[in-house]
Nanobody, 119 residues
Framework: QVHLVESGGGLVQPGGSLRLSCAASRTIFGDNVMGWYRQAPGKEREVVAQ???????DYPDSVKGRFTISRDNAKNTVYLQMNNLKAEDTAVYYCTARTVVGGATVKFWGQGTQVTVSS
């Protein structure tokens, strides 16, 4: 089991920045993918950033160039730097960790942190 705890959410004005952090309760060994998802009211949950254990990253077009995901393996922490935030970025942001346990792919989720972009 891996527990993920997000922090760093809050209220920010359009054009502003926030950095989210996600601390894992233990080191995740082997190949893994850490990610950030978000879910706005009335919308489906969507991925906003992923980073592999070799630090390869991937973003959807909606956040490319504005969001940056990074990881610090020594601290078991993943970050999401969000710049030039827009009202449509308002959502609950969830951290995820996908790995293989006993031959099966498992994805762990954090509890989420609220990001509100509003003037």
């Amino acid at each position: 089991q891996v527990h993920l705890v997000e922090s760093g959410g809050g209220l920010v004005q359009p054009g502003g920045s926030l950095r989210l952090s996600c601390a894992a309760s233990r080191t995740i060994f082997g190949d893994n993918v850490m990610g950030w998802y978000r879910q706005a009211p009335g919308k489906e949950r969507e991925v906003v950033a992923q980073i592999t254990s070799s630090s390869r990253t991937d973003y959807p077009d909606s956040v490319k160039g504005r969001f940056t995901i990074s990881r610090d393996n020594a601290k078991n922490t993943v970050y999401l730097q969000m710049n030039n935030l827009k009202a449509e970025d308002t959502a609950v942001y969830y951290c995820t960790a996908r790995t293989v346990v006993g031959g099966a792919t498992v994805k762990f989720w954090g509890q989420g942190t609220q990001v509100t972009v509003s003037s």
